[in-house]
């Protein structure tokens, strides 16, 4: 799926900024497509909870409406004219003046509505967006609605952090030509000194397709013609971890001299492989550090925030990281492009989080239900769930960042059911995207031993609480069973073994000489164990800390003002344990502990 942007035949107008706000419940009965009847203002991109005062709003179950009023350019005539909402958690329906023009289902990926027939260029509409935040068996993630006894909706989960909902992130108005391009795939391979670029364009109508790629300057360094093809650019700079280099695809649908479309494709020439049990980028064996990572600040919520995205990045150099994973939910396309031009390497995840009802039983004590079921998650989950993997590739499949993708987090992979559920979901993630290697993050109760799916995959991602949530304070028995689990992994599946979590609640402030948890010392030692056992497992290509920083989650025992596993506090302050993952991190280089200097070779 393309990104708008602004080319020589494409115009594109943002349409962030405050509009008119209001909850299903306090419009009532009246018909809430004419003019909003409120006093409240959202701001977009911004998940609208904790905008307000009101717990109401807060805690709102159902649907939302966002209102504006937007002009179509004059000079639009003869063009579409597309809304593209870059996200609306979870769900959306748009309005033109009273007019249904589209729907989607689905929180963190974009979709595009063709409102040329509704609303013509030069005439003024008002836009009504109704987003609906209910998490049901069959969405992705999953929940349950529950009703109080005084008739109150609340939503429960199981992902653990907060179900912020609403326009996160930017919507555009944008124009296409008739004639035009619809997409472009880039797959790239390195052949000698040469980069090899097969890519493919899907147009609206068959029409002479010219490509040319351009490279960091704006120098011509191969071109061709017609809708697939493969390029080749002699002497090419590679995309690398820590040193990205981008080319542009500049794709243009002609007739002679007549030029219908025109769209310039970002990229960058890299290849990843899995090898016996290393991950290669470029050939050589990559080690992953840094973070699983979440959508959140205060007040904006899962806001996307270019100031916060470009500090978070400066954190990530800064304590050495050299990539991170987009737990729980793919991220804005803005992150993904900086994460491009800065050579951060990411593992892309969908946003199947809490397919587990076997957790919820582990932490409530009611007895578990089984996960995969008709009356639980079942095959309307599954083809919920298929979508997700579908627009998830079709937004990235191009970023030369990402590395891999992770189509859920903590599934019951040790559950009767999960192989039937995962496995044509991974057929379908290869069918997608032949190129990259697939995971997905193993629960503490999966185990070498009862783990269902894990051969399906290429490379073992394993969530870890040793010495958290289980021998909690206890960092020598800890390390005992962390050692024997992950080398059971190793063992079973004769794969590549990357750490995607490991973490402990830390409070800033909070110092002791003993191991005490939730001390800053704590967390620091308890990654310090960690670390010493990854080191000792020959197999081992990673490690992902949970968490970058502190983030909210929903109200509970377990939590205080959300998950404090941030090696950053929410407002990006570094704890004790950020300076010792510097120290180990820098000298680390995306190099394996004990593994030569890529010069050394
Ligand atoms: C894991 C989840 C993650 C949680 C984390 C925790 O994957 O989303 O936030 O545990 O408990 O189970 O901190």
Request: hydrophobic residues 40%; without cysteine.
């Amino acid at each position: 799926m393309l990104k708008p942007r602004s080319t020589p035949t494409r115009d594109l107008i943002n349409l962030d900024g405050l509009w008119l706000f209001a909850t299903d419940s306090s419009v009532g009965g009246s018909p809430w497509t004419a003019m909003l009847e409120t006093q409240l203002e959202a701001a977009v991109p911004a998940s609208y909870n904790d905008l307000f005062t009101d717990p109401a709003i807060r805690n709102h179950v159902g649907w939302v409406f966002y209102q504006r009023r937007v002009r179509i350019p004059r000079g639009w005539s003869g063009e579409r004219v597309l809304l593209r909402f870059d996200a609306a958690t979870h769900a959306a329906r748009v309005y033109v003046d009273d007019v249904l023009v589209g729907s989607h289902v689905g929180g963190y990926t974009p979709f595009e509505i063709d409102i040329t027939d509704a609303a013509p260029a030069g005439s003024e509409v008002r836009l009504t967006v109704a987003v609906d935040n209910q998490l049901t068996n069959v969405t992705i993630p999953p929940g349950t609605v529950t009703e109080t006894h005084d008739g109150r909706r609340q939503q429960q989960y199981l992902h653990d952090f907060y179900n912020y909902a609403g326009l996160a992130r930017s919507v555009w108005l944008h124009s296409t030509p008739t004639t035009r391009i619809e997409d472009i795939t880039v797959i790239t391979d390195v052949s000698g000194g040469d980069g090899i670029v097969r890519y493919d364009v899907e147009t609206s109508a068959s029409a002479d397709v010219r490509v040319r790629v351009l490279d960091a300057h704006g120098a011509v360094v191969a071109e061709g013609a017609g809708a697939t093809g493969e390029l080749s650019i002699p002497g090419v700079t590679l995309w690398q971890p820590g040193a990205a280099y981008l080319y542009d695809l500049e794709v243009e649908l002609v007739d002679g001299d007549t030029v219908f479309d025109s769209y310039a494709q970002a990229f960058g020439v890299r290849t990843v492989e899995v090898r016996g049990t290393e991950l290669l980028i470029n050939g050589e064996p990559f080690y992953f550090t840094g973070f699983g990572k979440h959508e959140d600040t205060a007040v904006r919520g899962k806001g996307h925030d270019d100031a916060y995205l470009v500090h978070d990045f400066q954190l990530l150099e800064w304590i050495g990281a050299n990539s991170f994973r987009t737990s729980h939910y793919p991220y804005a396309e803005e992150v993904l492009e900086f994460a491009d031009r800065h050579g951060i390497v990411v593992v892309d995840e969908t946003a199947a989080v809490g397919l587990n009802l076997g957790v919820q039983g582990g932490l409530t004590g009611v007895g578990p239900k089984p996960t995969f079921s008709p009356e639980t998650f079942n095959d309307e989950t599954r083809s919920a769930h298929e979508q997700h993997i579908r627009e998830l590739i079709a937004r990235d499949k191009n970023h030369p960042s990402v590395v891999m993708w992770s189509i859920a987090n903590e599934p019951a992979s040790n559950e009767d059911g999960a192989r039937e559920y995962f496995a044509p979901l991974v057929e379908l993630a290869r069918e997608l995207d032949p190129t990259r290697p697939l995971t997905y993050a193993a629960v503490m109760f999966a185990t070498p031993q009862n783990d269902q799916i894990a051969d399906l995959f290429d490379i073992l991602s394993i969530n870890r609480y040793w010495g958290w949530y289980v021998f909690t304070g206890d960092l020598e028995t800890a390390e005992h069973y962390l050692e024997q689990d992950l080398r059971g992994w190793a063992q079973r599946f004769g794969k590549p073994i990357m750490m995607s979590e490991y973490g402990a609640d830390t409070m800033p402030g909070q110092h002791s000489v003993w191991d005490m948890p939730w001390s800053e010392e704590y967390q620091r030692d308890y990654l310090a164990m960690n670390h010493r056992v990854f080191d000792r497992i020959p197999e081992f290509i990673g490690e992902h800390v949970w968490n970058f920083a502190d983030f909210q989650t929903s109200a509970g025992i377990h939590r205080v003002d959300g998950n404090r596993k941030g090696v950053f506090t929410r407002d990006r302050k570094p704890k004790t344990a950020a300076f010792s993952l510097r120290e180990r991190w820098s000298s680390l280089d995306g190099r394996k502990p004990g593994a030569p200097a890529a010069s050394d070779h």
